[in-house]
T-cell receptor
């Protein structure tokens, strides 16, 4: 099956620094990727929809200047958490859709656990 | 807005059958998906219902009633490895994005 990778899997950074998370579709092209964040024992909250070659669409309440998304190619989307603060600590997960997949199916990356100290 | 309701916890014993219900309120609804997530892991796709009725995939089945805005996931012959969180997710919108429910923590006891 299709694989989506994320890098890094875990990152600890100091408050005020920026962190970049990469999401790659390894064996398929994804015109659309999605970014979620998940707090412990909670649901996945959609942050934004990343479209290759165009601006991301952010969900209500998500600051686009805080969470920069770049979908530079059909296999790579990046999420940059700018000027991170402790409240940004969370589990960030990306997903991607393969054109051959069923409508309701997305492939999820393994997630990136961000800890801001 | 979009919202999905599902029970927070379910406990059952090995070999049993368990049903996890999900009710939803969404606009532009296309269908209902189910995902499994083990602690610290990525969600994995289980099933998707676009039409009313029952979809069966091995030990797991999923049901949808669009008129009732209701679906469920049925897990049969429970195994210890089935202990995980299960999320229903509504597919909607022009970008076909998923909106997830709050998740049901299933604990399978020996």
């Amino acid at each position: 099956g299709a694989v989506v990778s994320q890098h890094p899997s875990r990152v600890i950074c100091k408050s005020g620094t920026s962190v970049k998370i990469e999401c790659r579709s390894l064996d398929f092209q994804a015109t659309t990727m999605f970014w979620y964040r998940q707090f412990p024992k909670k649901s996945l909250m959609l942050m934004a929809t990343s479209n290759e070659g165009s601006k991301a669409t952010y969900e209500q309440g998500v600051e686009k200047d805080k969470f920069l998304i770049n979908h530079a190619s059909l296999t790579l989307s990046t999420l940059t958490v700018t000027s991170a603060h402790p409240e940004d600590s969370s589990f960030y997960i990306c997903s991607a859709k393969d054109a051959g997949q069923g409508a309701g199916e997305q492939y999820f990356g393994p997630g990136t656990r961000l800890t801001v100290t | 807005g979009q919202s999905l309701e599902q029970p927070s916890e379910v406990t059952a014993v090995e070999g049993a059958i368990v049903q996890i219900n999900c009710t939803y309120q969404t606009s532009g609804f296309y269908g209902l998906s189910w995902y499994q997530q083990h602690d610290g892991g990525a969600p994995t796709f289980l099933s998707y219902n676009a039409l009313d009725g029952l979809e069966e995939t091995g030990r797991f089945s999923s049901f949808l009633s669009r008129s009732d805005s209701y679906g469920y996931l049925l897990l049969q012959e429970l195994q210890m490895k089935d202990s995980a969180s299960y999320f229903c997710a509504a597919l909607s919108g022009s970008a076909r994005q998923l909106t997830f429910g709050s998740g049901t923590q299933l604990t399978v006891l020996p």
